[in-house]
C-alpha cells in the first residue's frame, strides 16, 4: 500500500506541474526536502549535535539519542534526564541541514511542545562562522516558541556588522483558532536580496524588508531544535511537564522560478508583432518603395518593419528574455527617418536599451544609446550596437527601442533589423574589462 507521505508528495509535485504550464505563471522550484520516510535520520541530509552548555542559559545537552523517525516523522524528544558528567539534568536534540541555500523558500510542517521552560524553533544561520561571526552573516528565526505561552509564536530577523552586537526585529504572532501546540502547522521563511516574509499556514505574518535592514546573503542552514530553560522562557518550573515532543513532517526548500522566459524573436518583424510589446504610436508595415510616404524595411532582412511615429512616447519591446549571468550580449537595431515625415530638425530622440532584472524581478541595470536624432541624415539607415555585460544575479532581460519627443514635434522613424544575442568571438576582443562599449555608427545608403 502507497505510504500516505509519498502520496501527498506526489500531489504536491503535481501542483507545481500545473504551475508551470501557466503562461507568465512564476513558481516556486523545489531544491533540497526530507520528508522522513525512511527508518532512520538522513546523515547526509542532517548533522545532530552531541554537545552541552550552550549560549543564553540554556540548560539542555543535545544527544543524537533524542532525535528519531517515527512513523514518517522526526521526533526531538526533550526530557529530565541526566547526561553523566554534564551538570544540568535536561536532554534533547538539535539538527542542522548540510544542504545550505542563499534565498529561497524555506518551509516546515511540524507539531510544537509546549510546557514551561520548552523552547522549540526553526531557524537559519549561516555555517560558515569563521566568515560570519554571529550576526555579521544574520539569522532568520522562521518559528521560536515560549512554553510558557500556548498561543503565540514568535519569528524575527539578527543582522549586524560587529560580533555579538545585533540589532534585532523580532514579533508575536497569536493563533486564530487552537493554541499552536494542539496541531501541526507550516512554518515558512521567504527570504530574498530585497525582504524576509514570516507565515503561517499561509499567512504573512510578518515581513523585514531592506528598507528597514540589511538583508542577510549568505548561504544558511536549516537548524530545528528543542532547548531547555534559558533567556527565553525562563527554566522549568514545577509545572513543566516531561518528556516534552517536537513532531516534524517535512523539510522544503525551494527557489523561486520565472516562467515564460524565452530567447529574443522575430527582430525582423517578419511575423508581424509576434513577441513585441507596443506603447504609444506603432505600426507593422511591407517593405514598399513606391508608396508615399515610403514604407521601408531595412535591405537584407524580409519585407516588413516597424514605424514608429511622432506626438507619443512610443516603444517597442520584449520583456522575459533569458540571459545567461557573467555573460556579454549584443543589442544591435538600425533605424532611419525620410524625407516626406523626418524629424530633422526636431529635438526627438530614437533610442534603444537593455534592462536586466535579478529572479525577484529588480532592476539590476540598465544601459541605453541613442541610434538616430533630429540631426542624422535622412534617407539612411543608422546602425547601433550596445555590448552589456550581466551580473552574476541576473535572471531575465527586457530590450526595445523608444521613440522620444521631448517637445512633441512629430515626424516619423523606421526601426528594423533587432538582434540580441552573445557577441561572436572575435567582437569580443573589443570588449577588454569594459561592460559597456558603443561600437562605430555605420551608415547605409539604400538605392
Same mark, same amino acid.
Given at each position: ?17 500545473? *504551475? ?9 522550484? *523545489? ?47 526533550? +526530557? ?11 536532554? %534533547?536534540?538539535?539538527? +542542522? ?6 534565498? &529561497? ?42 512554553? %510558557? ?7 524575527? !530577523? ?6 555579538? $552586537? ?39 505574518? !510578518? ?7 540589511? =538583508? ?7 537548524? *530545528? ?5 534559558? #533567556? ?12 516534552? !515532543? ?13 516562467? &515564460? *522566459? ?23 508595415? $511591407? ?7 515610403? $514604407?521601408?524595411?531595412? +535591405? ?12 507619443? #512616447?512610443? +516603444? =517597442? ?9 557573467? @555573460? @556579454? ?9 525620410? !524625407?516626406? #515625415?523626418? =524629424? ?101 545608403? =539604400?538605392?
Amino acid at each position: 500500500m502507497p505510504n500516505l507521505k509519498t502520496i501527498k508528495r506526489t500531489l504536491s509535485t503535481l501542483a507545481a506541474i500545473s *504551475l508551470l504550464t501557466t503562461a507568465h505563471a512564476d513558481y516556486w522550484t *523545489l531544491t533540497q526536502s526530507d520528508e522522513f520516510n525512511g527508518s532512520a535520520i538522513d546523515s547526509s541530509f542532517w548533522n545532530v549535535r552531541d554537545q552541552g552548555y550552550w549560549h543564553n542559559n540554556e540548560l539542555q545537552y543535545y544527544s543524537p539519542s533524542q532525535a528519531y523517525i517515527d512513523n514518517g516523522h522526526l521526533q526531538i524528544k526533550a +526530557e529530565n534526564k541526566t547526561v553523566p558528567g554534564y551538570a544540568h539534568p535536561y536532554i %534533547s536534540a538539535r539538527l +542542522e541541514s548540510k544542504p545550505t541555500q542563499a534565498y &529561497g523558500k524555506f518551509e516546515v510542517r511540524a507539531k510544537i511542545p509546549t510546557t514551561k521552560g520548552i523552547w522549540p524553533a526553526i531557524w537559519l544561520v549561516p555555517t560558515d562562522t569563521w566568515t560570519y561571526p554571529w550576526p555579521t552573516g544574520g539569522e532568520i528565526d522562521i518559528m521560536e516558541h515560549r512554553g %510558557s505561552t500556548p498561543w503565540k509564536i514568535t519569528s524575527a !530577523y539578527h543582522h549586524g556588522n560587529v560580533p555579538n $552586537q545585533p540589532t534585532s526585529f523580532a514579533t508575536e504572532y497569536t493563533s486564530p483558532t487552537t493554541p499552536w501546540p494542539d496541531a501541526f502547522h507550516t512554518y515558512t521563511a521567504e527570504w530574498s536580496p530585497h525582504a524576509i516574509r514570516y507565515y503561517v499556514d499561509g499567512i504573512n505574518h !510578518y515581513t523585514i524588508t531592506n528598507q528597514q535592514a540589511n =538583508i542577510a546573503s549568505a548561504p544558511m542552514s536549516l537548524i *530545528l531544535n528543542v532547548a531547555i530553560g534559558g #533567556d527565553f522562557d525562563g527554566n522549568p518550573d514545577h509545572t513543566t511537564q516531561f518528556p516534552q !515532543y517536537m513532531t516534524v513532517d517535512y523539510v522544503r526548500f525551494y527557489e523561486w522560478t520565472k516562467s &515564460g *522566459l524565452h530567447t529574443f524573436n522575430n527582430g525582423n518583424f517578419e511575423s508581424g508583432i509576434n513577441d513585441w510589446t507596443i506603447t504609444g504610436n506603432a505600426y507593422h508595415h $511591407q517593405h514598399d518603395l513606391s508608396t508615399t510616404p515610403k $514604407q521601408t524595411a531595412y +535591405e537584407g532582412t524580409g519585407h516588413h518593419a516597424m514605424k514608429l511615429f511622432g506626438f507619443a #512616447d512610443t +516603444e =517597442i519591446s520584449q520583456n522575459l528574455i533569458t540571459v545567461m549571468p557573467n @555573460t @556579454t550580449y549584443t543589442l544591435s537595431a538600425s533605424a532611419r527617418t525620410n !524625407y516626406d #515625415d523626418s =524629424i530633422a530638425g526636431t529635438d526627438n530622440i530614437v533610442g534603444m536599451y537593455v534592462n536586466l532584472f535579478d529572479r525577484f524581478d529588480q532592476l539590476i541595470k540598465s544601459e541605453w544609446v541613442n541610434v538616430l536624432d533630429g540631426n542624422s541624415t535622412q534617407e539612411v539607415w543608422f546602425t547601433e550596437q550596445l555590448l552589456i555585460s550581466t551580473p552574476a544575479n541576473a535572471s531575465y532581460a527586457q530590450v526595445g527601442v523608444k521613440f522620444l519627443n521631448p517637445s512633441w514635434q512629430g515626424g516619423a522613424v523606421w526601426v528594423d533589423n533587432i538582434a540580441f544575442h552573445t557577441p561572436e568571438p572575435s567582437s569580443l576582443i573589443l570588449l577588454s574589462s569594459a561592460s559597456l562599449l558603443i561600437l562605430r555608427r555605420k551608415r547605409l545608403t =539604400i538605392h
